[in-house]
């Protein structure tokens, strides 16, 4: 657990050394953002079906993302990371989290080249996955800024997902006593999207984490407690996070489950190939 007052803005540091499961892997999206600092050879990332894998050498920030996005590793992958709650990223950011929704950076690219190098330079030379954490966590810790509108944005995204994303957007604005643009406004500059994508993000993870991939699976009942209209809604909920249908997204799960049962990467990751 991250130490105070980091714990308000990161769920966890991690370790990765090893050979991935599969070369590419789907990363539905999620109302969480990720900082890694990469250790060993260059992974790819392709930020949407449409656009271009791009090479991420030392390391990447992404921001809550709203598509799914594949990662290519290589045979060998090493590195340091923070999984990061929506809002997280806010205070360790040079720009608006709004410029880099759905576009991944190379961590020189926020924090600098210089910087990072003395990082990864750290990192690298640390004596165990818990020593390189700590220095992670060291580091965010300097890092830390005062960010204007973070503590509207956290309690608002808190009473969203204690509603797995099933709220009235409209009732937000008049809890929290400011109007809908201004808290639209605050959401895309600290989370880089609105309250509303938040919410839909939210109401789709916990619908996906309440599915039990080795049992019979009733879609419509499954859909009606989440709260989408209807089984079809439902559905295209489903085609437009991850680019699959529900049936499929189970299928490709349960090959992750049978061909690597208990791997640290299993439970949101998915082969790509």
Excluded at 105 to 129: F, H, N
């Amino acid at each position: 657990m991250p130490r105070p007052p980091l714990d308000g803005l990161i769920d966890d540091l991690y370790y990765l050394d090893g050979s991935p499961p599969y070369a590419r892997l789907m990363l539905p999206p999620s109302p969480s953002a990720l900082l890694i600092v990469n250790l060993g050879a260059p992974f790819r990332i392709r930020a949407g079906a449409e656009v271009e894998m791009a090479e991420y050498a030392d390391g990447c920030v992404i921001t809550m993302p709203t598509r799914a996005f594949e990662f290519g590793y290589p045979l060998r992958t090493r590195s340091v990371g923070v999984h990061v709650k929506p809002w997280g990223l806010a205070p360790f950011l040079r720009m608006p989290a709004a410029e880099l929704c759905d576009r991944p950076v190379t961590i020189e690219q926020v924090w600098g080249r210089a910087a990072v190098a003395e990082l990864r330079d750290r990192l690298a030379s640390a004596d165990g996955p818990h020593e390189m954490m700590t220095l992670l966590e060291d580091e965010l810790m300097r890092r830390l800024t005062e960010t204007a509108g973070l503590g509207l944005v956290r309690h608002t995204s808190n009473v969203i997902a204690a509603a797995s994303g099933v709220v009235a957007i409209g009732d937000l604005s008049v809890a929290a006593g400011v109007s809908s643009t201004h808290l639209a406004q605050r959401f895309k500059e600290l989370i880089g999207v609105t309250p509303k994508r938040l919410a839909r993000t939210q109401r789709f993870t916990a619908t996906v984490f309440s599915i039990n991939p080795d049992g019979p699976i009733d879609w419509s009942d499954l859909a009606a407690r989440a709260g989408y209209f209807d089984q079809a809604h439902f559905g295209h909920e489903f085609q437009a996070f991850t680019g699959l249908t529900p049936t499929r997204y189970v299928e490709v799960r349960r090959r992750f489950l049978r061909e690597h049962p208990g791997h640290v990467l299993d439970g949101w990751s998915l082969p790509a190939d």
